[in-house]
């Protein structure tokens, strides 16, 4: 069966920590993606992979970055976080070819306070 | 810049009504339109539409693309509550990879 986990469902930060989201697929996709979820915003793509060491910028990229040192592994990382980043992150991964579909995480409620 | 619209953005129905969720699209070089369905954690596909008027079906959901017109519904008949989710549309462009565009999510609540 497709898994896609993440590290933590719940976590609270306080402002200006460093934050590191993780996520794991075992299904040796070579995509993988960050998005976040906010009320009336739908999901926005944060940065996507398409490979191992490699990293592109999605439509939401400032105050995050991302590390990809193994396939089934994608971080997200908020260098100093801040209250706008509030939000929860869900993480999804898919394989390069003619499959699209996207297979999500369940998502880590980050709260900043 | 590519951009995908839902609507109703909530809707509260009884079990047994039949809905209609639409989902209208802007996007260069079109390739395929995804819904998924989110209950309390992750999403979970539902259909890929590539072609106009091509009905896609599961059980009580169906979908159809207008390419012309630029958007898709999703039609749930004989409402459960466990229909009760959120309902997101996402468009592909050709020669992206599998990123995705979504729109804001249409969040239906299924009253018994």
């Known amino acids: 069966d497709v898994k896609v986990t993440q590290s933590s469902r719940y976590l609270v930060k306080r402002t200006g920590e460093k934050v590191f989201l993780e996520c794991v697929q075992d299904?040796?996709?070579?995509?993988m993606f960050w998005y976040r979820q906010d009320p009336g915003l739908g999901l926005r793509l944060i940065y996507f992979?398409?490979?191992?060491?490699?990293?592109e910028k999605g439509d939401i990229p400032e105050g995050y970055s991302v590390s990809r040192e193994k396939k089934e592994r994608f971080s997200l990382i908020l260098e100093s976080a801040s209250t706008n980043q509030t939000s929860m992150y869900l993480c999804?991964?898919?394989?390069?070819?003619?499959?699209?579909?996207?297979?999500f995480g369940p998502g880590t409620r980050l709260t900043v306070t | 810049e590519d951009k995908v619209v839902q609507s109703p953005l909530s809707l509260v129905v009884h079990e047994g009504d039949t809905v209609t969720l639409n989902c209208s699209y802007e996007v260069t070089n079109f390739r395929s339109l995804l819904w998924y369905k989110q209950e309390k954690k992750a999403p979970t596909f539902l259909f890929m539409l590539?072609?106009?008027?091509i009905e896609k079906k599961s059980g009580r959901l169906s979908s159809i693309l207008d390419k012309k017109e630029l958007f898709s519904i999703l039609n749930i008949t004989a409402t459960q509550t466990g229909d009760s989710a959120i309902y997101l549309c996402?468009?592909?462009?050709?020669?992206?990879?599998?990123?995705?565009?979504f729109g804001e999510g249409t969040q239906l609540t299924v009253n018994p």
């Open positions: 299904m040796d996709h070579e995509n």
């Open positions: 996402a468009v592909r462009r050709v020669a992206s990879g599998s990123r995705l565009t």
């Open positions: 992979s398409y490979d191992v060491k490699m990293k």
């Open positions: 999804a991964s898919s394989l390069w070819g003619t499959s699209y579909e996207q297979y």
């Open positions: 590539t072609s106009s008027g």
